[in-house]
Nanobody, 130 residues
Framework: QEQLVESGGGLVQPGGSLRLSCAASEFPLDYYAIGWFRQAPGKEREGVSCTSSSFGSSTYYADSVKGRFTISRDNAKNTVYLQMNSLKPEDTAVYYC??????????????????????WGQGTLVTVSA
């Protein structure tokens, strides 16, 4: 059963920007480390960015998005965002957010695998094309 809801995907030209949102209605996201993953056709799901719970301040970005993507929280709205700038065609994928439930780990370790993320959204499609 889906616990998280992503939104904000769409079609954008190379160099453009999108902001993805990850919202939950049944549990407080600030208690959980959150990851953004993406899956392109024919490829495995990969970690894009992860952030610790609101009790910490760590963030991680995959090398492919570092300097272009920013993960952030709005606890009042129970929402986590992924701001994506300078988008490239290779960023085209379905983007998922997920909540990490397997105790304590570094954000880099979390993002290395889908293991430990028990709550997922349905995904939102991002297409970068001219």
């Amino acid at each position: 059963q889906e616990q998280l809801v992503e939104s904000g995907g769409g079609l954008v030209q190379p160099g453009g920007s999108l902001r993805l949102s990850c919202a939950a209605s049944e549990f407080p996201l600030d208690y959980y480390a959150i990851g953004w993953f993406r899956q392109a056709p024919g490829k495995e799901r990969e970690g894009v960015s992860c952030t610790s719970s609101s009790f910490g301040s760590s963030t991680y970005y995959a090398d492919s998005v570092k300097g272009r993507f920013t993960i952030s929280r709005d606890n009042a709205k129970n929402t986590v965002y992924l701001q994506m700038n300078s988008l490239k065609p290779e960023d085209t994928a379905v983007y998922y957010c997920a909540a990490y439930t397997w105790g304590v780990a570094t954000v880099q370790a979390m993002c290395a695998s889908v293991d430990g993320f028990d709550y997922w959204g349905q995904g939102t499609l991002v297409t970068v094309s001219a």
